[in-house]
C-alpha cells in the first residue's frame, strides 16, 4: 500500500511538473492573438486598396461571362498588368444578368451595387440572338428592326415607354447583339425607382410587329448562363484623370521588360523570400527585386478570377556616391548624394532607392451580389527602381 502512494505522488508530481505554467500559456495565447489582430488588420487595410470593406462572400463554383474574360485579357497582360490605360473607358466595367429571369422580352438590371459616385460613361445591353427555327422561312437577305424601350411605367402601351436603341438586324443571323442603352441607366442611377427595366420589339421593314417566336433572344431561364441576357457598364471612380495623367509623364503606357530580377512566374516561396545582397554578403546597388502577392494565400481565391497573383516588385539597394545614371537619380538626389559624401551638414542621409515608375493592375472578381467586375488599380506595380 505504501508503494502504491509513492508510484501515485511520484506521478502526480510528474503529471504537475510536465503542464506548463499559467505566465507561459498566457504569454503563449497573448502572441498568437496579437498576431491575428496583426494579420486582421493588414488584410482590412488591403482591402482598403482595392476599395471595400469586406470581401465578398461567394456561395460555390461561379463562372464569368465570356465576354469579361475576354475583356480582361484584351487589357491585361498575364500577371494582371495595364497593357495600355487608354484601352479600357474608365476604370471600372461591370456585368449584371437580367433579374427578372422571364421568358418575355423584358429584362430588368439590379444596380445596387454600383456606388452613387460612380460616372457612367457608357451602358450596353448584350443580347444573344438565337437562328430562327428550321420551320420558319425567310429570305436570307431579310432584316428585321430590333429596338430597345425603357419602360415609363407599368402600363404595357406605347406611351409608357422610351425608345433608346434601334438597329437592322438579318434575321438568319446568330450571335451577340449590343445596344447601347446609357440614358437610362443614367436616369435610374439618379432615381432607383424609375428601373422597371427594358422590353424588346422587333418590328418588320414596314413597321408592323413579328412575332417573337419567330426572332428569338436567348433568356435567362431557358438558356446557358453563357448566352444570358447581360447589361455592362463602364463607369469611372474618379481616379481616371490621375492615371491617364501618371501614365503621361511616362516615355510609354506599357510595362518596359527591365533587366532587373526578371519573373517569368509565380516565383517559388525561397525565390519570394531571397535577399540577394545577404546571399553574397555585398551591399548591391539599388535595383528591382521580386515581391509576388499570391491571393490563393492571403484567402481571396474564391471571389478573383484574375489573375491568381501578380509581381508588384520592391526597390532595395544602396545610393552610393558618385550615382550613375544607370540607377535613375533625381538632381535632388544627386546633390543630395554629393552633400553626404563631403559631410558638408550633419544628418544627410544617402538618396534612398524607391519605385520611379509604377504601372496599374486589373483584377477581375465576383462582387457582393456575384456581378463580375473588372478594375483597374493604379500604382500596383514597381516598374523600374531609381536613387531619389
Known sequence: MLMFLLSFATLACTVVAARPSLSYLENHFTAEEETEEVRSAAIKRLLEVFGMEDPPAIHGHKQAPQYMLDLYNTVADVDGVTKDPYLLEGNTVRSFFDKLRSEQVEFRFNLSTVARTEKILT???HLFKLRPQASVTF???????????QLLDKSN????RKLLSSRLIPVHSTGWEVFTITQ???SWMVDESSNLGLQIVVQTL???????KLIRFASGRSHHQSKQPMLVL???DGRRSAALEHAGSNDTPVPPSLPQAPMTGPPSRSARSLDYSEEEGLSTSCQRQPLYVDFEEIGWSGWIVSPRGYNAYHCKGSCPFPLGQNMRPTNHATVQSIINALKLMKGIDTPCCVPDKLFSINLLYFDDEENVVLKQYNDMV???CGCH
Open 206 to 212: 414596314g413597321g408592323s410587329q413579328m412575332d417573337m
Open 123 to 125: 451602358a450596353e445591353l
Open 234 to 236: 463602364f463607369t469611372d
Open 184 to 186: 437610362a441607366v443614367r
Open 382 to 384: 514597381a516598374g523600374s
Open 139 to 149: 429570305n436570307r437577305h431579310h432584316f428585321c428592326q430590333v429596338s430597345v424601350y
Open 157 to 160: 402601351n406605347t406611351q409608357g
